[in-house]
């Protein structure tokens, strides 16, 4: 496993990271621990985890906190909270507040913490922008758990470019914590993030960490131009993203795969870790196999011709 540092930041994780938003909804507690101990011993160090994963919200952390048990201290635990409509419910009701506000975060983190059975975070995201809390209150609060040792490092998720950039400028102007993560939809197959997240990220020193990056099993190899998905899949389950042009696309680096000696997830996943900007593939696994395989494709470090030949396969466009 390679690793480094995300952003301009002092945190330091995994090339590819474990994406654990099946913990708590298809995998129970014995799946989980099985799942951390092969991640573990692959080498991953990176677990990505958040307050409205599993089926209730919060299930995902408290699986994950008790496969970590006794073991916290070898993994860059990162959580997420704020998701809409998918909060744990704290008996609050609407009195909690927005999402991004300073009375809803200290009641999230300190859930958090307790579903996750430790006392810091490495890594705390503000999972989607509430839409009406001032970035400078969310902000606020947020650098007081980063002064009182309860959360290390602040991170976005599913944010446009001019929130990196207005979030960057307001942490500078108030001395608060600033964002040295931000997480974004990003693939071999879905580049969007390449016209003004990426680029945002990269000039405010912001490491991004790019989720469903192997575009919900299209980019494993196992589905591929004339056949069905496998039933129970993801894929299965979301038959419109199987267009013509994401198959040909699939079978072009597939193909330059075979000529190269590298599998389809090899060219996945070591292709994006190697573009500006990326601090770690979170791949999401249901099981040892997976995990295995994705930390593997991670060890590739393609040449700067050979990602030039891989992007020029899957364009921007």
Not at 219 to 246: C, I, M, N, S
């Amino acid at each position: 496993m390679r690793y480094r540092t995300l952003g301009d930041s002092g945190l330091r994780t995994s090339v590819v990271g474990l994406g654990c938003n099946s913990i708590g909804a298809s995998l129970d507690a014995a799946r989980t621990r099985a799942l951390v101990d092969a991640a573990i011993e692959a080498g991953v160090t990176l677990f990505d985890t958040a307050e409205s994963y599993g089926e209730p919200a919060g299930a995902g952390e408290e699986l994950l906190g008790a496969a970590l048990a006794g073991r916290r201290d070898k993994v860059v635990l990162a959580t997420k909270f704020g998701a809409p409509g998918r909060r744990p419910d704290d008996g609050r009701g609407e009195a909690r507040g927005a999402p991004g506000g300073r009375s809803s975060i200290r009641r999230a983190v300190e859930g958090s913490l307790r579903r996750l059975r430790t006392d810091y975070l490495d890594l705390y995201q503000y999972h989607v922008p509430d839409g009406v809390t001032p970035i400078e209150e969310t902000l606020s609060a947020l650098t007081e758990l980063v002064r009182e040792g309860k959360v290390r490092y602040l991170g976005s998720s599913n944010v446009p470019g001019w929130r990196i950039a207005e979030a960057a400028h307001v942490a500078r102007a108030g001395g608060h914590s600033p964002f040295v993560s931000t997480q974004t939809h990003w693939s071999l197959l879905e580049r969007g993030a390449e016209r003004e997240v990426v680029p945002a990220a990269v000039h405010y020193g912001v490491g991004v960490l790019p989720f469903f990056p192997l575009a919900h099993g299209l980019l494993t190899g196992k589905v591929r131009r004339g056949q069905e998905p496998p039933p129970g899949t993801r894929l299965a389950r979301l038959p419109h993203l199987l267009t013509p042009e994401r198959l040909e696309r699939v079978e072009a680096l597939a193909a330059w795969g075979g000529e190269h000696g590298r599998s389809v997830l090899e060219v996945a996943i070591g292709a994006l870790a190697a573009l500006p900007g990326c601090g770690s593939v979170i791949a999401g696994a249901t099981g040892p196999e997976q995990i295995r395989a994705n930390a593997a494709a991670g060890d590739w470090e393609p040449t700067a011709g050979e990602l030039a030949e891989i992007t020029a396969l899957a364009p921007l466009g």
